[in-house]
């Protein structure tokens, strides 16, 4: 297989990155790398199994949790924020809720649906995972 664009790692950052290469570099390969027997693992054991994808407010008042060191979130967060990330998979079909102290969850209380979405679009994509790589 001829390879353009290489990611270490099938966790949901891995999944996420390869996709908007996809998006952004079409008619790359793209190959994700990953030493487990499966995707998304840690994923799946996120907020009990829940997955706390994402806060509610708004995306300035993340910074103030990162204490002197959030100037290196101001390019990435406000390039792709929190609003952006929940539109991703509402677009795809997957609901939201939102929990005490603005915690976003996904309606059904399954981190595997998180999951599901990003493989899903891996597939359409075209986008190769490797599994038990080493």
């Known amino acids: 297989m001829n390879v353009d664009i290489i990611i270490a790692g099938a966790g949901p950052a891995g999944l996420?990155?390869?996709?908007?290469a996809a998006e952004n570099?079409?008619?790359?390969?793209i190959l994700i790398l990953e030493k487990n027997h499966?995707?998304?693992k840690k994923l799946l054991i996120s907020g009990s199994g829940q997955c706390n994808l994402t806060h509610a407010g708004d995306i300035s008042?993340?910074?103030d949790h990162y204490g002197n060191n959030f100037n290196f979130l101001l390019?990435?967060?406000?390039?792709?924020d929190n609003k952006m990330l929940m539109q991703?998979?509402?677009?795809?079909?997957?609901?939201?809720?939102?929990?005490?102290?603005?915690?976003?969850f996904p309606d059904s209380n399954k981190?595997?649906?998180i999951l599901d979405v990003l493989i899903k679009e891996c597939n359409k994509k075209n986008i190769k995972i490797n599994l038990n790589y080493s």
């Open 16 to 20: 996420f990155a390869a996709i908007q």
């Open 88 to 104: 991703f998979f509402k677009n795809r079909g997957l609901k939201f809720r939102k929990a005490r102290g603005g915690k976003i």
């Open 38 to 40: 499966s995707a998304g």
């Open 25 to 29: 570099n079409i008619n790359k390969n």
């Open 75 to 80: 390019g990435p967060l406000y390039t792709f």
């Open 61 to 63: 008042n993340f910074f």
């Open 111 to 113: 981190a595997s649906d």
